[in-house]
């Protein structure tokens, strides 16, 4: 069986199959096409004919960016039978019960397991617990393609670094972490994907090591949060302000500069739940991961609680009280509203009574209202009684307290969730995190 496939790629004799086209799949998918004969395949109808466009859906990518590169698109599963390596980048949520949603990634397996040749490779690039390529992707491919597996067709697995809304870390930019299931696949994927990433290929020795690898890099940074949140939880207690202290702290030459903050987005909100799964799974039970996670998930409700303390010390009616909150993406400078923790803020405003609006220079109206039910606003009022800026988009980064107050009733308060107003606001009431 003649495996060399990186030689191929470049004659072009074959293709390399992108399989989900979203915030990872489409950035690979035309950076592979600057070298190799490329198909983006994705489910969704609507986003295959924006592409076709040179429209990236999710607004990361400029039109330019699909200028001049070897790409075709398509929702058709036939079409994409010519290919030789099929690389999977479909969406790894969790379900309600902060379980491991699998079933995007099982239907792109028997998708890609339908026109499995002998000779091809399968690389999945969606974040995973350790384990799950093997024991859970692996038997969906061989089920559909009644090939075997290390003797007909090879396996890969390859983590993806992307962070959105990021200029400077790109796909290009970030050593990427290779595997392979066995040596000729981690040589040959190697290879390939040495051709797009300028800085470097990290050889991971095992799937399941890449797989780790990953999910730890994201559970890392979530539990370093959720310290951060918990100072902010304590030193709140004794009116110290965490900013100061970690301004302080931040002096010692091995400190990390770690933020408190609300927690969104599907991969560190997220990628922790995949591992305590895994865990559990093995006989462990996850306490300081789990922990961690409990603390960033009640920092939504803990800034709403705050907010109202203090329009209650101002004496102001919860119930006829009105509150801006200002951003409702995950993070800033970015359009994507999925997992947002804002909407914890909202929720938990909206139970106690509180008319709450929402405004954010990014996020699509029409998706918020279907995603959370809350409406975004462009027209801001002038008596706000609380304002709390929940995401640092630069658009907010000039505001200051002459504008707040401008939008605000008597005894304003602003509530700065990132703390990035500290040391500029003088005579409003102020509180961050
Ligand atoms: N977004 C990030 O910043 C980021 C960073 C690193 C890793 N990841 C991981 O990468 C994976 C993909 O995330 P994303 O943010 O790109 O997701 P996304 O939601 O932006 O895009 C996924 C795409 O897959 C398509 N899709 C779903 N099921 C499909 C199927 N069966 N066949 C073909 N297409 C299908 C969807 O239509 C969508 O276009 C996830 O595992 C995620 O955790 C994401």
Same mark, same amino acid.
């Given at each position: 069986?003649?495996?060399?496939?990186?030689?191929?790629?470049?004659?072009?004799?074959?293709?390399?199959?992108?399989?989900? !086209?979203?915030?990872?799949?489409?950035?690979?998918?035309?950076?592979?096409?600057?070298?190799?004969?490329?198909?983006?395949?994705?489910?969704?109808?609507?986003?295959?004919?924006?592409?076709?466009?040179?429209?990236?859906?999710?607004?990361?990518?400029?039109?330019?960016? $699909?200028?001049?590169?070897?790409?075709?698109?398509?929702?058709?599963?036939?079409?994409?039978?010519?290919?030789?390596?099929?690389?999977?980048?479909?969406?790894?949520?969790?379900?309600?019960?902060?379980?491991?949603?699998?079933?995007?990634?099982? @239907? @792109?397996?028997?998708?890609?397991?339908?026109?499995?040749?002998?000779?091809?490779?399968?690389?999945?690039?969606?974040?995973?617990?350790?384990?799950?390529?093997?024991?859970?992707?692996? %038997?969906?491919?061989?089920?559909?393609?009644? !090939?075997?597996?290390?003797?007909?067709?090879?396996?890969?697995?390859?983590?993806?670094? !992307?962070?959105?809304?990021?200029?400077?870390?790109?796909?290009?930019?970030?050593?990427?972490?290779?595997?392979?299931?066995?040596?000729?696949?981690?040589?040959?994927?190697?290879?390939?994907? @040495?051709?797009?990433?300028?800085?470097?290929?990290?050889?991971?020795?095992?799937?399941?090591?890449?797989? &780790? &690898?990953?999910?730890?890099?994201?559970?890392?940074?979530?539990?370093?949060?959720?310290?951060?949140?918990? !100072?902010?939880?304590?030193?709140?207690?004794?009116?110290?302000?965490?900013?100061?202290?970690?301004? &302080?702290?931040?002096?010692?030459?091995?400190?990390?500069?770690?933020?408190?903050?609300?927690?969104?987005?599907?991969?560190?909100?997220?990628?922790?739940?995949?591992?305590?799964?895994?865990?559990?799974?093995?006989?462990?039970?996850?306490?300081?991961?789990?922990?961690?996670?409990?603390?960033?998930?009640?920092?939504? &409700?803990?800034?709403?609680?705050?907010?109202?303390?203090?329009?209650?010390?101002?004496?102001?009616?919860?119930?006829?009280?009105?509150?801006?909150?200002?951003?409702?993406? $995950?993070?800033?400078?970015?359009?994507?509203?999925?997992?947002?923790?804002?909407?914890?803020?909202?929720?938990?405003?909206?139970?106690?009574?509180?008319?709450?609006?929402?405004?954010?220079?990014?996020?699509? *109206?029409?998706?918020?209202?279907?995603?959370?039910?809350?409406?975004?606003?462009?027209?801001?009022?002038?008596?706000?009684? =609380?304002?709390?800026?929940?995401? =640092?988009?630069?658009?907010?980064?000039?505001?200051?307290?002459?504008?707040?107050?401008?939008?605000?009733? @008597?005894? %304003?308060?602003?509530?700065?969730?990132?703390?990035?107003?500290?040391?500029?606001? *003088?005579?409003?009431?102020?509180?961050?995190?």
């Amino acid at each position: 069986m003649n495996f060399k496939l990186h030689q191929n790629l470049i004659q072009k004799s074959t293709s390399i199959t992108i399989i989900g !086209l979203g915030y990872v799949g489409l950035p690979l998918a035309l950076a592979f096409a600057k070298y190799f004969k490329v198909i983006g395949y994705d489910i969704s109808e609507s986003r295959i004919q924006q592409l076709k466009q040179g429209i990236d859906p999710s607004r990361e990518i400029n039109s330019d960016a $699909f200028k001049g590169k070897d790409i075709v698109f398509t929702s058709c599963a036939e079409e994409i039978k010519s290919s030789s390596l099929y690389i999977i980048t479909v969406p790894t949520p969790i379900d309600v019960y902060n379980l491991p949603d699998l079933k995007y990634l099982q @239907a @792109a397996s028997s998708t890609v397991g339908k026109v499995l040749k002998k000779g091809d490779y399968v690389v999945y690039e969606s974040t995973v617990y350790p384990g799950c390529t093997e024991e859970d992707c692996l %038997p969906v491919l061989v089920a559909h393609s009644g !090939l075997q597996f290390n003797v007909d067709f090879k396996l890969g697995y390859s983590p993806e670094r !992307l962070n959105p809304g990021d200029t400077q870390h790109t796909l290009e930019k970030n050593i990427k972490v290779v595997s392979g299931s066995d040596a000729e696949a981690l040589e040959e994927l190697s290879k390939i994907y @040495a051709t797009i990433i300028t800085v470097g290929i990290h050889r991971a020795p095992s799937i399941k090591v890449a797989e &780790a &690898a990953k999910i730890i890099e994201n559970t890392q940074r979530d539990l370093n949060i959720a310290l951060m949140n918990e !100072l902010s939880l304590i030193f709140d207690k004794m009116n110290i302000n965490t900013h100061d202290v970690l301004e &302080a702290a931040a002096t010692k030459w091995n400190f990390q500069p770690y933020k408190p903050g609300l927690v969104g987005g599907h991969c560190i909100g997220v990628d922790p739940y995949y591992l305590t799964y895994k865990a559990k799974k093995v006989g462990y039970n996850p306490n300081v991961i789990l922990s961690g996670r409990f603390v960033n998930d009640g920092m939504g &409700a803990h800034v709403a609680k705050k907010t109202m303390q203090l329009m209650l010390k101002q004496g102001k009616q919860i119930q006829t009280s009105r509150v801006l909150v200002m951003g409702a993406t $995950f993070k800033e400078n970015v359009h994507d509203i999925r997992t947002s923790r804002v909407v914890d803020i909202l929720q938990e405003l909206a139970d106690f009574g509180v008319c709450v609006e929402v405004h954010d220079p990014y996020a699509s *109206k029409e998706e918020f209202r279907r995603y959370y039910g809350f409406e975004l606003i462009d027209q801001l009022r002038s008596d706000y009684d =609380a304002i709390i800026v929940a995401v =640092a988009h630069n658009e907010f980064m000039t505001l200051d307290e002459s504008y707040f107050t401008s939008i605000s009733s @008597a005894q %304003p308060i602003l509530v700065d969730v990132k703390g990035v107003y500290r040391k500029k606001i *003088k005579e409003m009431v102020y509180w961050s995190l």
